[in-house]
């Protein structure tokens, strides 16, 4: 029984490692986990990573920070990780994953999105407490500002539905089947022609810190601390502010 | 088997065993890992916490309903396409098996463009009655249903199609209506056939995540059945979600262990 075992962990190991030579091109590959918001700007600095480094193929796994912070410190091959929140970096901080400390590259500030038009005549945040809502879970940053934002305009409303992450909330708002939404100002700007943005007084408003940092353990540490730059460099924050991020 | 059949046969090849044994592997080891990382010392707090019981409430009031939908309208389907011959018979049969093979949040996308408030039909169910679907406990038994149904509707049809008809044709010939036939001959002798698709159908329905989430939403008490309710702990306290998994494991073993003795080994 035991040598029995010995043989299929051992076959399933070999089949691991030649599935994993037979993807392979020559080409360098870096994995960034990186937050649902970040899925416009990030998309396009690989574009200009892989013009920049013609050797290397960057994938990036888009999803809830909190999610992606859980799945690093359970030991995910990722290189490089860029949350919407401080609280799920130092999750894989506090699980001594990072190669080096994290740097802080954007503000995100939240807004209502409704559905073009405005059918359910959303005004403002206090308006929130009679019209069918959606938001993040609170476990995600999205959500748990979004919560916070709730709180500073003194609004005891619960939403329709706790949504996995921004870009459902957003998906429900364009779809008709909630007239708001509280969703990040780059994603309401990303999705312009489909929904329109009330905005919030910043004195009710929550602003949210992004930071990212390469992971430890990673076989690209080189080019993970490229990622890095690129992104707090001029060049990624004018990617990042054309999108409507704000700089730290 | 007769005990000395090994000897008659040789050993088992290992070309089957070894497969056999990593499939076996691949099904139980995770399952055992919840048991071993359960947090077995907090377990009754995680338990207490109200999450969990409206969760799991609602996961088994929305199960039951779900599977009582299935077996009013599900065993009629079954029977119609068993036992009656219509034009389109086949391609109906292929249709209603699609969400057996659908991801689940494709059956949610679908749902919500169909059901939803802004839906090819849930417009009119808005305007014509109020109602809406999203968001309510009501969708959750929808997007239950609709992914569970073909599980109830397989095992039925196949009890139906392979219970002897001629049966039928001795009910008829004594005078009996095709009404009172199905109560008393078809249904009694297609009954285990039933039950074991209803309990497919039942175990599907309470592990549905991606069309109740995508087409239902996400809310305590409404929307949050048991395995949303896990993804969300996993996010923010891994030790309650796996106390949770624990409890739906344990209940799902439960009650197949208690069906198959009630009924199962009876009938089957």
Redesign the interface.
Known sequence: MRR??A??VA??ALASSTTGCSQGTDKAKLTVFAASSLTATFTSLEAQFERDHPSVDVVVSFG?S??LA?QISAGAPADVIATADGTSMSVVQDAHQLASAPVRFATNTLVIAVPAGNPGDVTGVRSLAAT?F?MC?V??PCGAAGAQLLRNAGVTA???????DVAAVLT?VE????DAGIVYVTDARSAADKVDAVPVPSADNVVNSYFVAPVTGSDQAPLATAWVNLVTSPAGTSVLAKAGFGTP | MRPDSAHVLGRAPAALVIPAVAAVALLVVPVAAVFVRAPWSTLPEQLSKSGASTALRLSLETTLITTAVCLLVGVPMSWCLARVDFPGRRVVRALVALPLVLPPVVGGVALLLAFGRNGVFGRALDSAFGITLPFTTAGVVVAQTFVALPFLVIGVEGAFRSSDSRYDDAAASLGATRWYMFRRVTVPLALPGIVSGAVLCWARALGEFGATITFAGNFPGTTQTMPIEIYNEFQTDPDSAIALSLVLIVVSVLILVLLRERWLSGVS
Do not use: G, I, Y
């Not at chain 1, 779809?175 to 909630?178: G, R, T």
């Open positions: 029995w075992l043989v299929v076959s399933l809830s909190t999610t859980e069918d959606v879970a476990s995600a619960d939403p329709k539905s706790f949504e996995p429900k779809l008709e089947e909630a």
